[in-house]
């Protein structure tokens, strides 16, 4: 090869050497300085997998983030017990509160475990009720479910209670107690000799309770299984009382009141229902908003009512509402607590003339 091409080729190869070391050098230069501007920053390859150090900051942010999680996680019951824990001053430290915890407030104030509190004035407003009821002029207080078999021996006044409260389901208690009564006349206040009857005499015999050919059925099929499972006596338990065809809560927790003195609830039929709502005293859980049936009313009362009100409340409030607050035009005016009371004069006592005209017209 001609000298100069070789002097040539060394100098290009002598560059190009020397463009490198320029440009480690100048990379050295900017890795120096950037450590220079910020110490503590770390030098990190770029692979597929990359374990990145937490500062102490962003660490404590990080356990909080999973404590918070794990109060969200909790069941109802212990959501309870969670609820007093005042956050962290640093959870509030950039001037917004935790989502999380936002959530978790709105959660627990319709939580079932939270206590109910009680209705404004329903003391003032039961003692003004039962002031009312001293008279004992309404039919339950002399035909009720509780005056059946009243001279009977124990056991067999149980069954007697179970019968008439049976027929008593959309029936006037005046009707059940004449149906008791011939029941009673013809020694059919018995499960024996109610299994030997046929079902339509039976069903003569009980006539004009409401549905009283199912009720003679329902009758039948009982008093046979209290002969069979339970020696002629009636079930002890709500459970028990519950299987039997035609006994719905109110009356299994009548029965257990009066047959076994064993309160396990309130007993609420439509005049407990009507009247409870009108008073203010029951909502829908987690709502305001008037409960819709008898066994959302009994949940509700006995959220706040105490215990030793729950068996008086039924025959309390059904007399009441069979004499002065009535299903329809209820009679406010007579009424001692028509002060306290939020639904006072709200329907009607007497169709107003004018209004009675225009639809007339």
Avoid at 6 to 21: D, E, F, G, K, V
Wanted: glycine share 6%; proline share 6%.
């Amino acid at each position: 090869m001609p000298l100069a091409l070789l002097a040539r080729a060394a100098l290009s190869s002598t560059s190009s050497s020397i463009a490198m070391a320029t440009t480690r050098s100048s990379s050295r230069v900017l890795r120096a300085s950037r450590a220079e501007l910020n110490p503590g920053a770390k030098e990190v390859k770029r692979e597929s997998s990359v374990s990145f150090d937490l500062t102490k900051t962003e660490a404590v942010a990080s356990m909080r983030s999973k404590n918070v999680k794990r109060v969200l996680e909790v069941t109802g019951e212990n959501i309870k017990k969670e609820v007093d824990i005042v956050p962290d001053i640093e959870d509030f430290r950039y001037g917004k509160a935790s989502p999380s915890l936002v959530r978790l407030e709105k959660k627990v104030r319709v939580s079932s475990a939270i206590k109910v509190g009680s209705p404004e004035n329903w003391e003032a407003i039961l003692k003004g009720i039962k002031n009312m009821r001293l008279s004992g002029e309404a039919p339950v207080d002399t035909k009720g479910c509780e005056k059946a078999g009243s001279l009977l021996p124990p056991k067999e006044r149980r069954f007697a209670v179970l019968i008439s409260t049976m027929m008593s389901s959309q029936t006037k208690d005046e009707v059940t107690h004449a149906a008791v009564e011939r029941l009673s006349e013809k020694g059919l206040l018995d499960p024996d000799a109610i299994v030997r009857t046929d079902e339509a005499t039976l069903a003569n015999l009980i006539k004009p309770v409401g549905f009283y050919q199912r009720k003679a059925k329902f009758i039948k099929e009982a008093s046979k299984i209290c002969l069979e499972r339970f020696g002629g006596d009636i079930p002890d338990s709500l459970n028990e009382l519950l299987a039997l065809k035609g006994v719905g809560p109110k009356m299994a927790h009548l029965v257990m009141s009066i047959a076994w003195k064993n309160t396990q609830g309130i007993c609420v039929d439509t005049h407990v229902h009507r009247i409870s709502n009108r008073l203010g005293w029951v909502f829908r859980e987690g709502t305001k908003q008037r409960t819709t049936t008898p066994e959302q009313t009994r949940m509700s009362l006995e959220k706040w009512l105490p215990k030793d009100e729950w068996e008086p409340i039924n025959p309390l409030l059904v007399g009441f509402g069979q004499t002065i607050c009535t299903p329809l035009r209820p009679k406010c005016d007579m009424c001692g607590i028509n002060n306290i009371c939020p639904s006072a004069f709200k329907e009607s006592s007497s169709p107003n003339p004018k209004q009675k005209k225009m639809r007339s017209s």
